[in-house]
Nanobody
């Protein structure tokens, strides 16, 4: 089994910062891309940021310059540093990772349980 466990969400004032963490655990052979998605009330889930196993990053335009994604491969952990937060960043943030487990030759996409981020104006 493979699990993703997120932490770091919470309530913050506009202009503040939060740091999300997501640790993968279980029968892991290799972790490929990792990322953060978010879903605001009444809206579809959208990509916020991704990072490849080589460290290449990609961001949705609305968070560029404010959010930074990084990963620690030794810890199987991905982070999302969120600065200059805005009320429109309020959403449930989900961690995603493409992982090849020790018991399967093919990689699969795994999701965390989600962590709430609320930004007050």
């Amino acid at each position: 089994q493979v699990q993703l466990v997120e932490s770091g969400g919470g309530l913050v004032q506009a202009g503040g910062s939060l740091r999300l963490s997501c640790k993968a655990s279980g029968s892991i052979a290799r972790i490929n891309a990792m990322g953060w998605y978010r879903q605001a009330p009444g809206k579809q889930r959208e990509l916020a940021a991704t990072i490849t196993d080589g460290g290449s990053t990609n961001y949705v335009d609305s968070v560029k310059g404010r959010f930074t994604i990084s990963r620690d491969n030794a810890k199987n952990t991905v982070y999302l540093q969120m600065d200059s937060l805005k009320p429109e960043d309020t959403a449930v943030y989900y961690c995603n990772a493409v992982i090849r487990s020790t018991w399967s030759p093919a990689a699969s996409s795994y999701w965390g349980q989600g962590t709430q981020v609320t930004v007050n104006s």
